[in-house]
Antibody
Framework: EAQLVESGGDLVQPGGSLRLSCTVS????????MTWVRQAPGRGLEWVSY????????YYADSVKGRFTITRDNAKKSLYLELNSLRAEDTAVYYC??????????????????WGEGTTVTVSS | AIQMTQSPSSLSASVGDRVTITCRAS??????LGWYQQKPGKAPKVLIY???NLHSGVPSRFSGSGSGTDFTLTITSLQPEDFATYYC?????????FGQGTRVEF
């Protein structure tokens, strides 16, 4: 069974840094594209970042570009999100999720099929 | 970034009701839209991808339709376990964007 487990969430002061981890099991991590999604308290879902299986393609939401860095270590079956220059509005539950592809004639449809349970980041003084 | 406008933001329904949730994209996203269900304190789960493809294990009372800019999630006969919040997600272009969510409550 595919599983994702996030860790690293904590209470941090504004301007501080944090590193989130997502450890996977039950599937071939090295061939899987991965994403981070977050959810502020009482708010909706926000897509944060994407990294391809080989780390060759990376995208960020505008709200975190230049402050957050997504990386992965395929040998350790782990995904990471480095959070810097943290702001109060970064307070959220952070989920890692696998991007799955479904082939169609001449196209591939994508969706997020496996999610972790999330890790909580609180930015407050 | 592509904006996704989801409506309604909440709705009241009863077991057995037919429920419809809509999502409108700010530009043509072809069929690159999925629907996700989230229950309080839990991670989201995918219901539908590519507008109308039911994810494995999802009950057939869930269905999706649309293309281009307008999309719909339909639950034909609401069950007690369906009371949750539903989100659309466009995966046509990065950054991916979610709709604001629709809370389905009793």
């Amino acid at each position: 069974e595919a599983q994702l487990v996030e860790s690293g969430g904590d209470l941090v002061q504004p301007g501080g840094s944090l590193r989130l981890s997502c450890t996977v099991s039950g599937f071939t991590f090295s061939s899987s594209d991965m994403t981070w999604v977050r959810q502020a308290p009482g708010r909706g879902l926000e897509w944060v970042s994407y990294i391809s299986s080989s780390s060759s393609v990376i995208y960020y939401a505008d709200s975190v570009k230049g402050r957050f860095t997504i990386t992965r270590d395929n040998a350790k079956k782990s995904l990471y999100l480095e959070l810097n220059s943290l702001r109060a509005e970064d307070t959220a539950v952070y989920y890692c999720a696998r991007r799955q592809g479904s082939p169609a004639p001449g196209y591939i449809y994508y969706y997020l099929d496996v999610w972790g349970e999330g890790t909580t980041v609180t930015v407050s003084s | 970034a592509i904006q996704m406008t989801q409506s309604p933001s909440s709705l009241s329904a009863s077991v057995g009701d037919r429920v419809t949730i809509t999502c409108r994209a700010s530009q043509d996203i072809r069929n690159d839209l999925g629907w996700y269900q989230q229950k309080p304190g839990k991670a989201p789960k995918v219901l539908i991808y590519a507008t109308s493809n039911l994810h494995s294990g999802v009950p057939s009372r869930f269905s999706g339709s649309g293309s281009g800019t307008d999309f719909t999630l339909t639950i034909t006969s609401l069950q007690p376990e369906d009371f949750a919040t539903y989100y659309c997600l466009q995966d046509y272009d990065y950054p991916w964007t979610f709709g604001q969510g629709t809370r389905v409550e009793f």
